[in-house]
Structure formats: C-alpha cells, structure tokens
C-alpha cells in the first residue's frame, strides 16, 4: 500500500542478532602433574626453582565462558530475554500487519485527503513502535555486557591465583600461542575454580535467612499498648 512503512517492521529483531554468547571452543585440558620431591637438604633457591614448573600458561576464554557454570547461567538469562523479544516483536508485527489490511481495505471509503492522514499516522506508529523495540533490543546487549564484564573480572583473579600457583610469569589466551603443550592449558582448572566460587554463592543464598515482610506502618500505629 502507497505511503506505508511496514516494511521496516521487519528489521526490529535485527539489533538482538548479536546478543550471542561466546561459541564453546574445544581445548586440550590440562594432565595431572604431580610437584617433584624435593630433598630436604637442597637449599630453599632450588625448591623454590623446583617448584616453577610451569613458567608459561595459556587458557580458553571462549571455553571457560561457555562451560563454566557462570557462563551456563549468563548464557541462559540472555536466550531467555531474547526469546521473549522476539515473540513480542512477532505480535506487534502481526498486529500492525493486520492493521495496514484495514486501512487498504477502507481506502475505497476515505478520501484521498483523509487516507494519506491515515497513512501519515500508521508510518508514525511504526517508526515509534520499532523504536521502542531497538531500544529493548540495546537493553538485552547492555545486560549481556555487563554480565559478562563482571564475569571476566572473577575469572582474570581466579586466572592470577592460578598463576601464582603455578609459578608462572607470564599468561597467554589460547588464540594467542601458536604451539603449545597441553601441560600448560590451564583452562579447566579455571573453569572449576570459577564453578567452586559459584557453588559457594549458590549455597550461601539459599541458607540465608528471609527478611519478613515490614509491617504497614498504620498498622503498628494502631496497635493496643499495654500499661507498664
């Protein structure tokens, strides 16, 4: 229909395209390797050189947002919201669809002066309702950022804990090594370290008493007191 915009409906869901989280990426997990048995009459240098023996690590971003148990739960709040975003934006588009077949219906009824006012209104209502959609759609990413910002700072402390751990000097993103050995992948490690801090949040939230409710002030007010 001449004039109409609905068109442009179509592209509300575009802005929730890039709310994704990071793909899983398959990483060489770390062997166990137990600490060398240092004699006690070597002096403390040589222990304490004994026990750098892993001077460069490397770990998995992607894999650690994807499998740990912070990451798991981000992942699913994110699909849940953009799930429920894109359902309403099929209504609405629905909705305005329906609404455009009524007014091409009514265009043999309505002058050609009040059919282009009508128009003019319908384009406006679409502008504004993909709009409040996009906005919607910025808010679901800002959500996603945020969350994920706080996750990688638990994960960068975890990741110096485990450097210090480990001796280590120097840390690299898995992206970053061109060849490594799978001894210094420090990936899982991080990931059940990061689902221990989650576990203990988790069990900490539901031992932790329920505040009840506050009672209404007028209520308490009109309270008999007693005589000391």
Known sequence: MSGLRLWSLAMLGAGLAVVTGAPAALAQE???RATPQVQSEQPQAQQIQAE??????AFDRARIIAQSQMGV???AQIESERAALL???DQIYAD???EEQEISDQRKMMSEEAFRAR???FDAKVTEVRAQQDEKAQAVQRLYDSALEEMETEMNTVLTRVARDLGAVVVFERQQVYLMSGSIDVTKVVIDR???IQAQRDAATATAP???PAEDAETQDTQPKTAD
């Not at 750098?52 to 690590?57: A, C, S, T, V």
């Open 30 to 32: 770390a062997p166990s």
């Open 52 to 57: 750098q023996i892993f001077p460069i690590l």
């Open 73 to 75: 739960a981000l992942e």
């Open 87 to 89: 359902a309403e934006n």
């Open 96 to 98: 305005l669809e329906a």
């Open 119 to 121: 128009a003019a209104e």
């Open 194 to 196: 990061l689902d221990a």
């Open 210 to 212: 329920k505040e009840p």
